[in-house]
Antibody, heavy 119, light 111 residues
């Protein structure tokens, strides 16, 4: 079945960057968008941005502009999300989720990648 | 900084019906953008529950239903079961933010 598998947990120091991967399987990779959503411990969901794997074009939430970079490798069916200048407030579970062009829901989701930022 | 407001918690006895509201504004739900709902069981990733305000994926039980009216939406769970204990989030698109927005989340407790 359609599946998104994310990379493992990361521990970073303040000011560093983190790069999380999301590998897609069992569907045509370039026909669907990949969104990134994060969830701080005990908090709700926050949309970060989206990448179109066909064109490589991206769109980010305003609060992450200049700090988030999304890329893709079509040969390995993998999308990457890099977040720079990490602070303690970036400690969160990061999810990738598939989106259909023209539709606004996310399905399915990856299992999540925990990113912890601590000195 | 959620722009969609949900009650923090709702509860009900097994078999009862509970509803969760999702209140937005003229730049998201009120602008005609559909609302989608996700269920997040403890320690797991969110799962799509309702799409386009009132449609259920085939694997979702018909105990779950959704509706949208004006600047708000609602999720109803009828015949509440212990396995329904989870966090529920609404989601839409916001034209003012040019991005996707989630609700504040609601924890459902089965008494």
């Amino acid at each position: 079945q359609v599946q998104l598998v994310q990379s493992g947990a990361e521990v970073k120091k303040p000011g560093a960057s983190v790069k999380v991967s999301c590998k897609a399987s069992e569907y045509t990779f370039t026909n669907y968008y990949i969104h990134w959503v994060r969830q701080a411990p005990g908090h709700g969901l926050e949309w970060m941005g989206v990448i179109n794997p066909r064109a490589g074009s991206t769109s980010s939430a305003q609060r992450f502009l200049g700090r988030v970079t999304m890329t893709r490798d079509t040969s390995t069916r993998t999308v990457y999300m890099e977040l720079s200048s990490l602070g303690s407030e970036d400690t969160a579970m990061y999810y990738c989720a598939r989106g259909t062009p023209g539709l606004n829901w996310f399905d399915p989701w990856g299992q999540g990648t925990m990113v912890s930022v601590s000195s | 900084q959620s722009v969609l407001t949900q009650p923090p918690s709702v509860s009900g006895a097994p078999g009862q019906r509970v509803t969760i509201s999702c209140t937005g504004s003229s730049s998201n739900i009120g602008a005609g953008y559909d609302v989608h709902w996700y269920q997040q069981l403890p320690g797991t990733a969110p799962k799509l529950l309702i799409y386009d305000s009132s449609n259920r994926p085939s694997e979702v039980p018909d105990r779950f239903s959704g509706s949208k009216f004006g600047t708000s939406a609602s999720l109803a769970i009828s015949g509440l079961q212990a396995e329904d204990e989870a966090d529920y989030y609404c989601q839409s698109y916001d034209s003012g933010l040019s991005g996707y927005v989630f609700g504040t989340g609601t924890k459902v407790t089965v008494l």
